[in-house]
Structures are given as C-alpha cells and as structure tokens.
C-alpha cells in the first residue's frame, strides 16, 4: 500500500486579514461571539449543551417577540431555514402566494416548487413594497394557504411594512411566513402582535455571528399545520416535528436527530445574549441612526438611494443607484485599499445598484463616514465623480 503525497501541502498556520464587512452580510463578529467559538468542545446531548440549547430558545423568544415554544436554531445557513419553514408549511397542491420584489421571493418559489406547491407570485420591481390593499387583493384572488412575504429584501433594499398583514392572512384562512434575515435585531419585528404565524432569520447579520445556525419560530397555526400534515415532511433533516424533540420543545424528552455545530450553538447564545443586554427597542434605534446618517452623508456627496420612499427602505441594508458603474473596478480597489466590504447589486440589482450594510456591531457612525468616504475616493479614482458625485460648490 502507497500513499499519494500529490495533495499533501503545508500551508502553514492559518492567517486571515481583517475586514470592515459593510456589505449585506456576513457582518463582523461581535467580540464575545469569537470569544465564544474558541470554548472547549462538548458533546451535541451533554447536559451543558442541552442548557445553551434551553438559553437560545428562550433568548430568541424575546428576539421573534414571540410567547411560541417552537422557537429554535436549524442547523444551517438562512436558506436552510427558508427551506425548512416550507417543507413544512407545503403540501403537494397547496397554492401558496409570494410576494416577489427581489432574489428572495425568486428563491421561495423554486422552493415552493419542488416541493409539490403551486407558487403563485404578487410582483413589484426591486427598491418597491406591497400595500396592505394589494395583499388583500392578491389573497381574495388566489385564496392560498400561506402567504411569504421578505422583511428584509436585502437585494432591493425595503422593508415591508408586516401590520395589518396577520390579520388579513387570518380573515382569508392563510399562514403568514416571514423572511427576516436581515431585520431580526435590527429592525422592530414583533412575531405575535403582527400574527406573524412562521419567521425564520440568519445568525450572521444584524445578530453579528458566525453564518450557519439559523433562528426559526412557528406560531400555533402553523404548528397545527406542520403537526396534522396529509403527507410526510419530504425532508428528513428539515422536519419540524424531529428537529422539536432534539430541541426539548413542549417538554418533549431530548431526541438525537442530528449532530447539532455546538460550537455555533456558543456563538449564537452569546450573541443573543449581547443583544438582550443591550435591548431590542436600543439596537432598532442605534440601527436606524446609522441608516439615517448614510442617508445623509450620500446626499452630500451625491449619491442617491435606489429605494426613493424613505419610511419603505432596510436600516440595515441600503442599495444605492449605481448603474452604470462597473462594481469590478471599484468594490476590489475598496477592498484593496480600505479592508472594507461594500457588495454589488444582486438578482434584479445586479449592475443597477451597489449595497452596503449596516448590521449589529457595524452598525455604528463611524463605520458610516469610513464607508462613504472609501466610496468616494473609488468613484472620483475611477472616473465617475462628475457623473455621480457632486460637485463642490464655488467660494
């Protein structure tokens, strides 16, 4: 027997620069969540596991705004919890009504597909939100069991406005599942009072952990549905029912369903932790803060917001118009020269905008002045400054 050396490299210790992540995530991480990640193994059913486990359920109950014990992580990235939300939310032959303003509804209903549903769209151009008026419509027109909705479309840059939204689902007998990925801990969600009866997040934005554990809650409608479904979950590892009892939900007695990354279970408790010490009604604000300042400080170089309504754009994503700017002359000279992260358009975006991101411990003014000011050597460098810039005034 010969071993092949062919791959056998030695690349040495591993060394990774630093970066300002400006853009629509992964964001930095907070201090404690590195500090947490670097904490002895344990094992996936020790008893101390089990505990941060009991400590993440309840720390996102206060972050979803939620009184539901159906409140846990999956194992994955954000699109493994968009997933899971509809394998078990969709039956074969359920219609199911997305709201279609960027790459994310795009993404819900290929899913939606592929899971037996029948995917049917409401649609605005990226950088535009749903009245309350045409949901009601759509809902009256195609009479769904479950509406989705993005929060946060991080690829246009609005938010949707949830009120009155849960209501309406409840009146047309329809689940509400939310997208908020990119608001959760960064813009006001409150899961019970919107009646919001499914919503999932990732951990590695506004939240400023590390991508790859992923906050999910089902309210008491949806779980009725997940519960006393016709037809089996068609996802073994995404089913609710089995990922419950690994959780401890309702008292269930602890179940070995997968082997949980028990190090990111760290990282996400601490990082809920930081944000309930720090309280929801503050980091919204300091959120908000941040977002107005960029705001301002790109009407002053001027620059402009793809999204025009002010009270529809993300606080923790803004896309800037930029078309006609090549992002691969500038976001690498960015990179290059100031170690920071800004992102180009994505999906209906691409080529149309650039986005940068303010979230969890980034979202702060002196990140905001250091990104346009990075921002604005990149255009005046690259030849854009008199199209896209302003011009200063004469003395």
Not at 113 to 135: C, N, P, W
Not at 235 to 262: C, K, L, M, Q
Request: glycine share 8%; net charge neutral.
């Amino acid at each position: 027997m010969s071993v092949d050396d062919t791959h056998r490299k030695d690349f040495g210790r591993l060394v990774v620069p630093r970066r300002d992540m400006m853009g629509p995530g992964p964001s930095n991480y907070h201090p404690r969540v590195m500090s947490a990640m670097a904490l002895p193994a344990l094992g996936h059913l020790h008893p101390p596991t089990l505990k941060i486990m009991d400590e993440i359920k309840e720390l996102l109950k206060y972050t979803f705004q939620t009184e539901s014990d159906w409140t846990f992580a999956v194992s994955g990235t954000g699109h493994a919890a968009m997933e899971c939300s509809i394998a078990n939310l969709v039956e074969p032959g359920d219609v199911v009504l997305v709201g279609n303003n960027g790459i994310w509804g795009q993404r819900v209903m290929d899913i939606v597909g592929r899971y037996g549903g029948k995917a049917v769209q409401m649609e605005k151009a990226a950088g535009h939100t749903f009245s309350l008026d045409e949901i009601k419509n759509a809902l009256a027109q195609h009479k769904p069991s479950l509406l989705f909705l993005t929060h946060g479309e991080s690829s246009g840059g609005t938010m949707q406005n949830l009120r009155g939204v849960g209501e309406a689902c409840r009146e047309a007998n329809c689940l509400l599942l939310a997208d908020a990925v990119c608001t959760l801990g960064a813009a006001p969600l409150l899961v019970d009072q919107w009646c919001v009866d499914a919503c999932y997040s990732g951990s590695q934005k506004a939240l400023s952990c590390a991508p790859g554990v992923s906050p999910i809650t089902f309210g008491p409608r949806a779980v009725a549905k997940l519960t006393n479904r016709k037809t089996p979950v068609q996802s073994w590892y995404f089913d609710a029912n089995e990922i419950a009892r690994y959780w401890g939900v309702e008292g269930r007695a602890r179940f070995y369903h997968h082997t949980g990354p028990v190090s990111l279970f760290y990282a996400l408790r601490e990082a809920l932790a930081v944000l309930a010490e720090e309280r929801l009604e503050k980091a919204w604000a300091r959120h908000q803060n941040a977002a107005d300042l960029l705001y301002a400080e790109l009407e002053r170089v001027g620059l402009r917001c793809l999204v025009e309504k002010k009270d529809e754009r993300l606080p923790s994503v803004t896309t800037i118009a930029a078309e006609g700017i090549d992002p691969t002359k500038i976001l690498p000279w960015i990179m290059a020269k100031y170690e920071v992260e800004i992102s180009a358009g994505l999906g209906p975006t691409a080529g149309k905008a650039l986005r940068v991101g303010l979230m969890g411990v980034n979202a702060n003014p002196k990140n905001v002045l250091f990104t346009v000011a990075a921002l604005k050597d990149a255009l005046e460098t690259h030849g854009y400054g008199d199209k896209y810039l302003a011009r200063p005034q004469a003395a």
